[in-house]
T-cell receptor, first 115, second 117 residues
Framework: NAGVTQTPKFQVLKTGQSMTLQCAQD?????MYWYRQDPGMGLRLIYY???????DKGEVPNGYNVSRLNKREFSLRLESAAPSQTSVYFC??????????????FGDGTRLSIL | DQQVKQNSPSLSVQEGRISILNCDYT??????FLWYKKYPAEGPTFLIS?????DKNEDGRFTVFLNKSAKHLSLHIVPSQPGDSAVYFC????????????????FGQGTILTVHP
């Protein structure tokens, strides 16, 4: 009954450090997504992967990279963290195929603070 | 440019009464709309959706209305319960040219709903 699992749940970094946020889903979904949530701004799409082996930029990709390691896992990497990347990061997945509309399922988030 | 807007940051209602949450959008290419509910320290959970070919979709206490000419949708919760207290996000998706959809969602800012016993 895991759904979408994100690790870690909390992290504090110093400016310039790097880290990778992990996401795994056990629902055999094709598509996976990374969002960030900032106060008063809702969720904004960083990167997405429509299917295994493909990734593409979302609305706010600068400063991030992603890897779709396999169908289950989609990681988000901050190469050189900046205070502006302090946020709550959500991973999501959906069984989205071409032309299908399926709701996305979200993990519980990673709260990232960059000092 | 905020393509999906929820202009009410918060809403307070009495238990048993109706809650109406509103959402406006500007992109006429949006053709699928969803509402998500979010509790503190949890991820958003899907609540209800509507396709642009419909103007109403109902699921138990939750009904979503879509007015395409006004580019407006609303979520009605009847009757409201204290457990409904959460942040509600509306989201929209648009087909890309050629008719395929990546499922990319554009979210509104959210509305905090508080239902008082």
């Amino acid at each position: 009954n895991a759904g979408v699992t994100q690790t870690p749940k909390f992290q504090v970094l110093k400016t310039g450090q790097s880290m990778t946020l992990q996401c795994a889903q056990d629902m055999n979904h094709n598509s996976m997504y990374w969002y960030r949530q900032d106060p008063g701004m809702g969720l904004r799409l960083i990167y997405y992967s429509a299917s295994e082996g493909t990734t593409d930029k979302g609305e706010v990709p600068n400063g991030y990279n992603v890897s779709r390691l396999n169908k289950r896992e989609f990681s988000l990497r901050l190469e050189s963290a900046a205070p502006s990347q302090t946020s709550v990061y959500f991973c999501a997945s959906s069984p989205e195929g071409w032309g299908l509309y399926q709701p996305q399922h979200f993990g519980d988030g990673t709260r990232l603070s960059i000092l | 440019d905020q393509q999906v807007k929820q202009n009410s940051p918060s809403l307070s209602v009495q238990e048993g009464r109706i809650s109406i949450l509103n959402c406006d959008y500007t992109n006429s290419m949006f053709d699928y709309f969803l509402w998500y509910k979010k509790y503190p320290a949890e991820g958003p959970t899907f609540l209800i959706s509507i396709s642009s070919i419909k103007d109403k979709n109902e699921d138990g206490r939750f009904t979503v209305f879509l007015n395409k000419s006004a580019k407006h949708l609303s979520l009605h919760i009847v009757p409201s319960q204290p457990g409904d207290s959460a942040v509600y996000f509306c989201a929209a998706s648009a087909r890309k040219l050629g008719g395929t959809s990546y499922g990319k969602l554009t979210f509104g800012q959210g509305t905090i709903l508080t239902v008082h016993p």
